[in-house]
């Protein structure tokens, strides 16, 4: 009876010290684990549940949603050799944690030098001009170059865009003048085009009245029709009066012309 007590309080004794180096571990959704037994990484733990043998077995867990990290400006000069302030802005998430943690001291700061040389050889082959052209598109081909080096850290880039371009003080001076002497140059075009389309009406309106006199009259009628209040008084001129008519009337001005001697 006493040796059974004894093996019952052994037995008890053992689950107590097993329960207490025991340890329940949960990986969440967007979590990774790595499992590291005696410090040596054993396994990637998905996620789930886990009971671990606390004395020799560590998890680390790895938040694997999407991230975002700046690079602040920094001066870069361009091709023709202008110093130009650019900010990137980048959204990215790891996509290998084994590689990410295990493969480098900080991953973040990795990331952070990958994006600033990235930009530095971007920046560096284009000239001004050229820069501002393609500054619309500068973020796709940023992305493009800075991938590559992102997954060989375990990381993926979503997506990366220069959120500032900053020019030198009195360069942004010399395109703010340019751009408004274009617009100035656009604005006189545009008027001198409407100048000459109006020209060109009146020039036809012009060949029309004289080939077709009664053309004037009838839009004097039309205008008076459309306002009120007016008094108008339309002549006829005697050449397009009737025959009887334009002979009366030239017979009260020179009077009765006598007949013609026949001839001897």
Same mark, same amino acid.
């Given at each position: 009876?006493?040796?059974? =007590? ?33 410090? *040596? ?9 886990y009971w671990l043998w606390t004395p020799s ?27 130009? *302030? ?24 990795? #990331?952070?030098?990958?994006?600033? =040389? ?13 820069? #501002? ?31 500032? =371009? ?7 001076? #010399? ?45 004097? #009628? ?14 006829m001129p005697q050449s397009a009066a009737p025959f009887p008519i334009a ?18």
């Amino acid at each position: 009876m006493t040796q059974t =007590l004894i093996a019952l309080l052994a037995v008890a004794i053992a689950a107590l010290y097993v329960r207490a180096r025991l340890r329940k571990v949960t990986v969440f959704e967007y979590e990774r684990g790595l499992l590291y037994v005696a410090g *040596k990484f054993r396994q990637l733990l998905e996620p789930g549940e886990y009971w671990l043998w606390t004395p020799s077995r560590t998890v680390v867990k790895v938040d694997v949603r999407p991230r975002i990290t700046a690079v602040p400006g920094q001066e870069i000069l361009t091709a023709d050799g202008i110093a130009v *302030k650019v900010s990137v802005v980048a959204q990215y998430r790891i996509a290998d944690p084994v590689v990410a943690v295990n493969g480098q001291l900080s991953y973040e700061s990795a #990331l952070y030098t990958e994006l600033q =040389l990235a930009t530095r050889r971007l920046i560096s082959t284009e000239s001004i001009e050229s820069l #501002l052209e393609k500054r619309p598109g500068m973020g796709a081909q940023l992305t493009e170059a800075t991938k590559a080096g992102a997954a060989r850290i375990g990381l993926e880039l979503v997506q990366a865009d220069v959120r500032d =371009l900053t020019l030198p003080g009195e360069l942004k001076k #010399l395109f703010t003048q340019v751009t408004k002497a274009r617009q100035e140059g656009l604005a006189a075009l545009e008027r001198a085009r409407g100048e000459t389309a109006a020209l060109r009406n009146l020039a036809n309106a012009a060949r029309l009245v004289s080939d077709n006199p009664a053309l004037m009259q009838l839009r004097l #009628l039309q205008v008076v029709g459309e306002q009120s209040g007016n008094t108008v008084v339309l002549g006829m001129p005697q050449s397009a009066a009737p025959f009887p008519i334009a002979q009366a009337q030239r017979d009260r001005i020179q009077g009765p012309q006598a007949p013609e001697p026949p001839d001897a």
